[in-house]
């Protein structure tokens, strides 16, 4: 059974960090792509950032580059989500996805309809 658990998530300053884990049970990380989403009260689900087990690619939306880095452990079957220099925006659900991996486009990486697989999610509060 595929099943993806987010955790790491919690109520940190503007200006701090925190590392979310997706852990992957049920399949091999090594053959699939992963994204990070983020849903924030009022607003639809954004796309945050991509890891591609196939190629070692990776993708992130505008409003994150140079703060967030995507990486994976597929020997512990984990792909985190370092946050730095967290925003009021950055608040959020955030959830980790996964989808075979055959070659996202780099268009599609952060788009939710192409991935399968989905955690119930960790909330992200950024908060003076």
């Known amino acids: 059974q595929v099943q993806l658990v987010e955790s790491g998530g919690g109520l940190v300053q503007p200006g701090g960090s925190l590392r979310l884990s997706c852990v992957a049970s049920g399949f091999t990380l090594d053959y699939y792509a992963i994204g990070w989403f983020r849903h924030a009260p009022g607003k639809e689900r954004e796309g945050v950032s991509y890891?591609?087990?196939?190629?070692?690619?990776?993708v992130y939306t505008d409003s994150v580059k140079g703060r967030f880095t995507i990486t994976r452990d597929n020997a512990k079957n984990t792909v985190y989500l370092q946050m730095n220099s967290l925003k009021f925006e950055d608040t959020g659900v955030y959830y980790c996805?996964?989808?075979?991996?055959?070659?996202?486009?780099?268009?599609?990486?952060?788009?939710?309809?192409?991935?399968?697989?989905w955690g119930e999610g960790t909330q992200v509060t950024v908060s003076s």
């Open positions: 996805a996964a989808v075979e991996d055959f070659g996202l486009a780099d268009g599609l990486a952060l788009e939710g309809a192409v991935y399968d697989y």
């Open positions: 890891s591609s087990g196939v190629d070692g690619r990776t």
